[in-house]
């Protein structure tokens, strides 16, 4: 056998463990190869990625001192969001850890202050007390933007630690023929919400957003009968998804979306990577 031969043999044979490692038709030749990848490769999820951390912090300030543990909550380029207070035990500042991961993704939670002309604000818990607080800003301004994107950070935390939850509630996305549509599941695996058949990948992605957004608010859901169910509407009143099923009472139909709101406002629904 020639060299060139071989060679030719040698490519052939790479290009055809290319096409069966991508799970694309081992036939593929050429062109045919290259456009069944690229078609592969855009059905793709894309992988989740750490928007930041929720951390613990401990320092000493000198050997007969007391320790200090805190917490604090920073973003992808290590700058600081949110920082408790010094604690004197390890095990408070994780119990201060978790408080914001599970209050932390709730505007409401959040308050501006201003003192001597320096803005900051905190998150509080549900009995009024600190958690955590920012740095401080020049203006009222810089610090509502700062403190609407640790909200942000911290529900970003929050999803990102769901995405390797096994049986955690998520979103799933199917891609059937050449239409999408995905699907909201509980904790228990169970399908809560569907959306509507939409034609790209996109426009399926942008309804999970859209859903993120919506369904905090109760006020987006609306019951309907015959059989009972609901579906969730945009601020614009379009239809964004309906529930995965009915229900025996327009009662369970609407405890069914007070859950749905409440597991949504949790922030811990992992997207459908």
Not at 92 to 118: C, K, P, T
Not at 131 to 141: L, Q
Not at 166 to 180: C, P, R, Y
Request: negative net charge.
């Amino acid at each position: 056998m020639s060299v060139c031969k071989s060679l030719f043999l040698c490519g052939s044979l790479l290009a055809l463990v290319a096409c069966q490692q991508s799970d694309v038709d081992p036939s593929c030749i050429d062109s045919r190869c290259d456009e069944q990848q690229a078609l592969q490769l855009d059905v793709m999820q894309q992988q989740p990625f750490t928007p930041g951390s929720v951390k613990i912090t401990h320092s000493q300030q000198a050997e007969q001192q007391p320790e200090n543990w805190r917490f604090e909550v920073t973003g992808a380029k290590g700058d600081i969001a949110l920082m408790s207070q010094d604690y004197v035990a390890r095990a408070s500042a994780i119990n201060g850890m978790l408080r914001v991961e599970e209050l932390g993704v709730d505007l409401e939670r959040y308050e501006l202050q201003e003192l001597d002309g320096v803005w900051s604000f905190v998150l509080r818990a549900t009995n009024g007390q600190v958690i955590a607080d920012s740095r401080a800003f020049d203006n009222m301004s810089d610090a509502e933007q700062a403190m609407q994107d640790a909200r942000a950070l911290v529900a970003g935390i929050v999803q990102y630690k769901a995405s390797f939850v096994a049986d955690g509630a998520k979103f799933t996305l199917e891609h059937v023929g050449s239409t999408w549509n995905f699907e909201l599941l509980d904790d228990a695996g169970d399908p809560v919400l569907e959306s509507q058949v939409y034609s790209q990948r996109s426009d399926a992605l942008n309804g999970i957003d859209s859903v993120r957004t919506n369904a905090k608010n109760g006020n987006r859901y609306e019951l309907l009968g015959n059989p009972p169910r609901f579906i969730l509407k945009a601020r614009n009143g379009q239809e964004i998804a309906e529930s995965s099923t009915s229900y025996s009472t327009m009662e369970e139909a609407q405890n069914a979306a007070d859950s749905t709101q409440a597991l949504v406002r949790s922030e811990k629904v992992a997207n459908p990577w």
